[in-house]
C-alpha cells in the first residue's frame, strides 16, 4: 500500500518505519515465512459499537472457499474505525482428467 487518496495525515499516521500498521502482531519464523500470532487490541470502534475481529475472522474462516481470513480496524474519520478484510481463497479442486 502506497498509501491513503489524498489523506497525507492518515497515510503518515498509518505507517511506521516505512511498513504499514496493521494492529496485529506476527513474528518471523526460522524458514522465512510470517506467522500472524495475535492483535495488538480486540476490538474495532465503528460508530461507537464494539466489534470483535475475531467473530468476524472465524465467520469468514467458515466458508468452504475461504482458507484464511483476518479483520482489522482502519481509522475513519466519520465512523471512528471501518473494518477491512483480508480473505485468501482456499485452492480450487484439482480437475479431473481422463476420458468420458
Do not use: W
Not at 65 to 75: E, I, R, S, W
Amino acid at each position: 500500500m502506497l498509501g491513503y487518496l489524498d489523506q497525507e495525515e492518515l497515510t503518515a499516521a498509518s505507517f511506521q518505519d516505512g511498513y504499514f500498521k496493521t494492529g496485529d502482531l506476527a513474528r518471523l519464523k526460522p524458514d522465512g515465512f510470517v506467522e500472524l500470532v495475535g492483535r495488538s487490541k480486540d476490538l474495532i470502534s465503528r460508530g461507537g459499537n464494539k466489534i470483535s475481529p475475531l467473530e468476524i475472522d472465524r465467520l469468514f474462516a467458515s466458508h468452504p472457499d475461504v482458507a484464511a481470513a483476518l479483520c482489522t480496524g482502519m481509522p475513519d474519520p466519520l465512523l471512528g474505525e471501518r473494518i477491512h478484510l483480508l480473505i485468501v481463497l482456499a485452492p480450487a479442486p484439482p480437475l479431473m482428467s481422463g476420458r468420458c
